[in-house]
């Protein structure tokens, strides 16, 4: 499997917490809200950004710990990395579409899905696009 293919999270069990979502009614947050959940053994949560919305990555916290395939993931806007299948600290630290190709965009497309069906949603950027979300 390869994190390009957007396959890896397929285990992940679906999620229906983000059935009827209204984007707009959840907190705005900025990266630096995100760093307040910054110790993975206290039990704090595990907060990502892709495309302007905050995923609770918490249920996958091996992965998305020190030394798991996604460590350089928490607290940063993962959206570049995910479209280039990326699991550098580089690319997660970019963030946004800037410089994606069609092939790209498509790649984040998928990822975006599987994030919205397995993990979620608990707020938003001020990058996030009010038509963004749709069931």
Same mark, same amino acid.
């Given at each position: ?18 059935? /009827? #979502? /209204?984007?707009?009614? #959840? ?25 302007? #919305? ?82």
């Amino acid at each position: 499997m390869s994190l390009a293919d957007g396959n890896l999270p397929l285990l992940i069990p679906p999620n229906p917490v983000n059935q /009827d #979502l /209204d984007i707009m009614r #959840l907190p705005t947050m900025t990266l630096a809200d995100l760093t307040a959940d910054d110790e993975y053994e206290s039990g704090a949560r595990i907060l990502v950004v892709l495309k302007g #919305l905050v995923f609770d990555v918490t249920g996958m916290k091996e992965a998305f710990s020190p030394r798991g395939l996604f460590e350089f993931y928490p607290k940063n806007d993962i959206t570049y990395a995910l479209a280039k299948g990326s699991v550098s600290e580089v690319d997660a630290r970019v963030g946004g579409e800037s410089g994606l190709t069609d092939r790209e965009k498509e790649n984040l497309e998928r990822w975006f899905t599987i994030f919205k069906n397995r993990f979620e949603i608990i707020g938003k950027t001020d990058q996030v696009d009010q038509g963004l979300y749709s069931n």
